[in-house]
């Protein structure tokens, strides 16, 4: 079982590049959502979004992009990478049909924008 | 709003129990969630609780208070496997969103 793949797995950008982190899950969930994790800051929600054609901001969607045209895939497009935006990118998804769903998450996308 | 608050780090010794306290204030709580995190790798599900009480599963353990807004995850018979941090994570009523803490960075010592 595939669960949430998450490309590529390390990335270098300069400042004002753009890019795509994409990420795809193959448990038909209808939830899935974008974290970003900094030393001593946790987990941050970026984006998220509750299926097909729809998405919605998290705690920290500055600079960042979603779109969410099939039930698999939820891209994270970075606009004009900034230094600030170094950080360890991981996409999630849960099952909507159940309280107790837990987020799965893939294995983590390493960005540095230098 | 949820504010979610847990130790930045812990050292135990191999083979003790180690118990991981968490407290969350949220407006309309639905759940908490306990994951483990090994350095460089992603977060991984360990238990659920929704309901006051404990949920057992093996070596851990997690309990919830919603009076309190606490709860603690218990790790027994500690390995050195269980070195990693631990992600306490709340979800909002009518939402599909966590909310983590920062971690909790435990260290198991021979």
């Known amino acids: 079982n595939a669960g949430v793949t998450q490309t590529p797995k390390f990335q270098v950008l300069k400042t004002g590049q753009s890019m795509t982190l994409q990420c795809a899950q193959d448990?038909?969930?209808?939830?899935m959502s974008w974290y970003r994790q900094d030393p001593g800051m946790g987990l941050r929600l970026i984006h998220y979004?509750?299926?097909?054609?729809?998405?919605d901001q998290g705690e920290v969607p500055n600079g960042y992009n979603v779109s969410r045209s099939t039930t698999e895939d939820f891209p994270l497009r970075l606009l004009s990478a900034a230094p600030s935006q170094t950080s360890v990118y991981f996409c999630?998804?849960?099952?909507?049909?159940?309280?107790?769903?837990?987020?799965?998450f893939g294995n983590g996308t390493r960005l540095t924008v230098t | 709003g949820q504010n979610i608050d847990q130790p930045t780090e812990m050292t135990a010794t191999e083979g003790a129990i180690v118990q991981i306290n968490c407290t969350y204030q949220?407006?309309?709580?639905?759940?908490l969630f306990w994951y483990q995190q090994h350095a460089g790798e992603a977060p991984t599900f360990l238990s659920y609780?929704?309901?006051?009480g404990l949920e057992e599963k093996g070596r851990f353990s997690s309990f919830l208070s919603r009076s309190k807004g606490y709860s603690y995850l218990l790790l027994k018979e500690l390995q050195m496997k269980d070195s990693a941090s631990y992600l306490c994570?709340?979800?909002?009523?009518?939402?599909?969103?966590?909310?983590f803490g920062k971690g909790t960075k435990l260290s198991v010592i021979p």
């Open positions: 979004s509750v299926g097909a054609g729809i998405t």
């Open positions: 949220t407006s309309g709580f639905n759940g």
């Open positions: 994570a709340a979800r909002r009523a009518g939402s599909y969103q966590l909310t």
């Open positions: 609780n929704v309901l006051d």
């Open positions: 448990m038909n969930h209808e939830y």
């Open positions: 999630a998804s849960s099952s909507a049909g159940q309280r107790n769903s837990p987020l799965h």
